[in-house]
């Protein structure tokens, strides 16, 4: 849409969704750092990181160039990946809260800009032009996106694990619709073996640390 917009001279939705977008990079990147600096240092997540290393540097990476919203996926179940099952010990305060802060940070500079340009083309631009469809889309896009949001932080305790307890490969109950966060859990020992051997192994680490 920026380009859009500034190809056809309509400087206003140009500079309005302009900002939206550089905000939007700048919300990807105080997130990136707060997750590197705080998020990281919760003790069951970062059990999880040194389980899945590639999963925890790949989807950080997707915060940062994409969107902060990515950072979902660590916790999403998705396919009922052991992957994707992160744990915070306390995920309300390490992980929601700025989590939370951001979001609405981006709701003020991101998306009201969007909604904004969207209007302005709305008044604008004539039917028939691509610039419209895409005022379209934009606005009602962000708008889902606002409301899905709200209704997703009344409760966020649903959607985040909390506990220090190994990562285990879980089953959902049979013939029960709740989500992959409320499944049975179903014992590994071949899991929990390779655990504690991460865990073993990364206090050796430690130790030759302090004593290097």
């Not at 790949?58 to 996926?73: G, P, Q």
């Not at 032009?129 to 409760?155: D, H, M, P, S």
Request: glycine share 6%.
């Amino acid at each position: 849409m920026v380009c859009y917009a500034g190809a056809n001279k309509h400087w206003g939705p140009f500079v309005l969704s302009g900002a939206g977008l550089l905000m939007l990079m700048t919300s990807n990147i105080i997130f990136y750092v707060i997750y590197k600096r705080e998020i990281v240092n919760d003790q069951a997540f970062a059990k999880w990181c040194r389980l899945y290393p590639k999963t925890e540097k790949y989807v950080a990476l997707l915060t940062l160039l994409l969107n902060f919203k990515s950072i979902k996926f660590i916790y999403s179940g998705f396919y009922g990946l052991e992957s994707c099952l992160a744990q915070f010990e306390d995920p309300m305060r390490n992980f929601f809260r700025p989590m939370r802060m951001i979001t609405y940070f981006s709701f003020v500079f991101v998306y009201i800009p969007i909604i904004a340009s969207s209007i302005m083309i709305f008044i604008q631009v004539k039917w028939g032009y691509q610039l419209l469809i895409l005022g379209i889309e934009a606005f009602i896009l962000a708008i889902l996106i606002i409301v899905l949001t709200i209704y997703e932080f009344k409760n966020p305790e649903r959607l985040l694990m909390s506990g220090d307890e190994q990562y285990i490969r879980i089953k959902p109950r049979v013939g029960d619709n709740t989500n992959v966060m409320g499944a049975m859990i179903d014992v590994d020992e071949t899991t929990l073996i390779r655990s504690k051997v991460i865990d073993d192994d990364y206090e050796i680490m430690l130790r030759k640390r302090a004593l290097a």
